[in-house]
């Protein structure tokens, strides 16, 4: 298996997770990792060296917003039944996390998840959205106090309709 | 306390959870952080923050890889499985008008589930238009209804109560399926719209929910424990999720 190959299997389980708390259904998510999977495998020889992670990052990033613009016109068919429920004693806060994730909007959530929970730099958040760095720490800013407002209690806006 | 007294803004805050503060620096917000208890407790709840991220999260990573992640399996049919994808399905119920996704990418190999949900699709239809004899069994006897078909099926057919959607039992009657019978039961409102449910053995893992539109009806298709679902409906999706959703919760909640 080439080094590219490897580095992008390597990445499986990383992006799982990414895509998780992205797209919050295990379903769509792991369509999300197989669609960027697919794609970085294209494209293996339109890649030109330099990070295989950011990269990876990059396209999945770019297929969620475009799968959310196609559902923005409608409001989203939530998933019925969670096949994943995870074992865990912290389960109820597990899920105030993922409650408070999901009133973010897109750009936030994706920063948020980059840098946190994925241990990209700002500029490696930057290059991924297509911003300039003074974008992505207000974005962080604002999603940290949107959480932190959600996890302290009070009542978490209205999911945003477009 | 000269040059330490430049004051620390909520960037370099963040910059200083996330280590990005340059090394200089950190000794300034440290000082900043225990003068100033406010500021000491947001970056705390940041902190604490992550690890919730982390908790909830790091065991997704930890899981092993499903199957149909693999390079090799997906080099080899490199597009096959995306558009039996449930967010193409989304993406075709949300957006599409007319043709579902079944019609993208799998014409070539109908999947099983196309053709159960044709099936399903057919019997629709065919038993909707019926005005005198939509069913065998009318909804009246559905005591006799659930166990008779339970005895031909093989599964617990249950009929669900729908009445929180509007919708009333007209009956049932038993189809041929594709592998062995197939129950089949109608719902209708006071104002006349019909939906069925069908079900069949099925030998399919789909636990989420798919969906079709052809023509002027819809269907939602799911599997569980062995048992294919179709909830089939007219063309207002929105009302066909309502009423499949009221269906799926019912199945669960009764064990199949």
Not at chain 1, 5 to 27: F, G, K, N
Not at chain 2, 29 to 43: C, F, G, K, N
Not at chain 2, 92 to 102: D, E, L, P, R
Not at chain 2, 136 to 159: F, M, N
Request: a neutral charge.
């Amino acid at each position: 298996m080439s080094a590219f190959r490897q580095s992008v299997e390597a990445m499986i389980p990383a992006l799982r997770r990414y895509a998780r708390a992205l797209a919050r259904d295990a379903d769509i998510a792991d369509d999300l990792v197989q669609d960027t999977l697919v794609r970085a495998l294209r494209s293996e020889r339109l890649f030109l060296g330099g990070d295989v992670r950011s990269w990876l990052y990059t396209i999945l990033t770019n297929l969620n917003k475009n799968r959310r613009r196609s559902l923005a016109r409608r409001p989203q068919f939530m998933p019925l039944l969670d096949n994943n429920p995870d074992a865990s004693g912290t389960e109820a806060e597990g899920r105030d996390i993922a409650r408070a994730l999901s009133t973010l909007v897109e750009e936030q959530r994706a920063v948020l998840l980059l840098v946190v929970l994925e241990g990209l730099s700002y500029r490696e958040v930057a290059d991924i959205q297509g911003v300039p760095i003074g974008t992505v720490m207000s974005r962080l800013a604002r999603a940290r106090a949107h959480v932190k407002a959600s996890l302290d209690g009070e009542r978490p806006a209205l999911r945003r309709v477009k | 306390m000269t040059d330490r007294t430049i004051p620390v803004t909520e960037d370099e805050l963040h910059a200083y959870v996330d280590r990005e503060l340059p090394a200089e620096r950190s000794g300034d917000v440290e000082a900043w952080l225990a003068a100033h208890p406010e500021d000491a407790e947001r970056v705390q709840s940041w902190r604490a923050m992550a690890e919730a991220l982390h908790e909830r999260y790091d065991s997704v990573a930890n899981e092993p890889v499903p199957q149909r992640l693999e390079l090799e399996r997906l080099e080899r049919q490199p597009r096959r499985f995306i558009y039996g994808s449930i967010a193409a399905a989304l993406i075709a119920f949300v957006a599409g008008g007319g043709v579902g996704w079944f019609a993208r990418g799998e014409a070539a190999a109908p999947s099983q589930m196309q053709s159960f949900t044709e099936d399903a699709l057919d019997a629709h239809r065919l038993y909707v238009v019926e005005v005198r004899h939509p069913v065998e069994v009318p909804g009246s006897e559905r005591t006799h209804l659930q166990q008779w078909l339970t005895k031909r099926c093989g599964w617990d057919v249950r009929a669900p109560e729908l009445a929180s959607t509007g919708l009333k039992l007209v009956g049932g009657r038993l189809l041929p399926g594709p592998n062995g019978p197939a129950s089949f039961l109608m719902y209708e409102s006071s104002s006349g719209e019909r939906f069925t449910i069908y079900t069949a053995k099925a030998a399919m893992k789909a636990a989420q929910m798919r969906t079709t539109t052809f023509d002027k009806d819809s269907a939602m298709f799911w599997a569980d424990r062995g048992v294919g679902y179709v909830v089939s409906g007219g063309n207002d999706r929105e009302r066909l999720a309502q009423v499949a959703r009221a269906v799926y919760e019912q199945v669960e909640k009764n064990g199949g």
